[in-house]
């Protein structure tokens, strides 16, 4: 969990010093030249707009509509890493044993505590690495989304609701931490983790959000907003079923 929240860290402070060297002020068109603007920021423009077209114009409705879209596609891989969280969690009595059998720091002893980890790892169908696949693959998406409202007129100057999208919103971000933090305390809930670096995680997350978003156009927190709540759902549909399976068993053990 705590390389988790550092690889967050680290991916956040490169979206913000990728969007600061990046020209913005060259508007976004099918012209635009080079691999990032042809497959990823332009493509992303001409949907959000294209969308926007059908729902008589509201940028907003379309942007909540592509993130959704972009939820569903990505949550095969979310599902995977969810299970693979609890999967850990199971897990997590073994690997207190084979601490406790392996405590000491002898280089022998502890090569032999990574050979029976890794055995655990496979025993269990655990990859330590799924957690930070989400993360990897969304910093690129918020990238384009950053490009594509800031570089497209149309989207940068449209108002939704009470908020711009090509600018920074006050209340926005609060939304954004808020949903965050239901959606890390729900998923702490359902897996029932006492782990304490979890709990830091939970309360620390959304204060890193409520930064971006203070610092970047509310297109982004909506974004993150209605992520959070699509994943508030997903968590829940999710986890939902093995709790209840597991009454259930332990019912008739009883």
Known sequence: MRKKLWLTGVLLLLFFVLTGCSDLNQPIDA?????????FVYPLSWFIKYVAHIFNGSYGISIIICTI????IILPLMIKQIK??????EMQPEMKKLREKYSSKDAETQKKLQQETMLLFQKYNVNPLAGCFPLLIQMPILIAFYHAVYRTEEIRNHTFLWFSLGH???ILPFIAAATTFIQQK??????????PQMAIM???FPIMIAIFAFNFPAALALYWVVGNIFMIFQTYFIYAPSKSKTKET?????
């Open 31 to 39: 012209n635009s030249k080079g691999i990032w603007n042809e497959w």
């Open 69 to 72: 879209i972009i939820r569903l």
């Open 84 to 89: 693979n969280s609890k999967a850990m969690q």
């Open 168 to 170: 920074v919103d006050y």
């Open 186 to 195: 729900i998923m702490v809930g359902r897996m029932g983790n006492a782990n």
């Open 202 to 204: 939970t309360y620390v």
């Open 250 to 254: 332990g019912g008739a053990t009883k």
